[in-house]
């Protein structure tokens, strides 16, 4: 009657912040003042977030008031992201800004739970509650090292500092779809060697 299954529980966005570690290598080629290339970016660490809400709803049809009460909760955790990236820049003098994008990796754990009540009431007095109507549903859904595929985008700059040596900086853009949508956004400074 009340249709639960289609109500928006849980909404909004929910924010974390949270330090990782991790690796890049790959291959460039440069034409001029062309660069380009592939590489593979790798974090560990803990990137995710938990969400709950609850609604409530009721109806009147032929006498008897129909209320219902939903509770659910969401959280997701990703563990480990690889990138696999394409990428283009541009050299000028020692640095290099460049823009990268491609396909994004991840093993997460997930739990999605649910709870709902139901209830219905005569409507008259005396209010009499009916035992067919006065049902309680719950389910877990818990998934764990799950494989999730997504994409990336972003932006970072290298600099020769000596040698071979080079730092990098750069902003990368992550996004994960599925029972739960993660976006994960990373600014990382590291070292390398060409």
Known sequence: VLGV????VI???VSHQNSAFGGFAGYNGQWGDVVMGVDASYM???YGGKASG???RQITVDSINY?????????????DV????????YVIG???PYAFGGVALGLADSVRSSTIRSQGTYVGAPPATITDYDVTYSTTESKNKRLMVGYTFG???EVMLFGNVFGRAEWEYVRFTGPIDTNINTVRGGLGYR
């Open 5 to 8: 299954s289609t109500w928006p």
């Open 11 to 13: 909404g909004g966005k």
């Open 44 to 46: 560990h660490g803990n």
């Open 54 to 56: 609850t609604m409530s």
């Open 67 to 79: 209320a219902a009460t939903a509770n659910s909760a969401a959280s997701i955790n990703y563990t």
């Open 82 to 89: 690889l990138t696999l990236r394409g990428r283009a820049g």
């Open 94 to 96: 020692s640095f290099l």
């Open 155 to 157: 932006l970072g700059t």
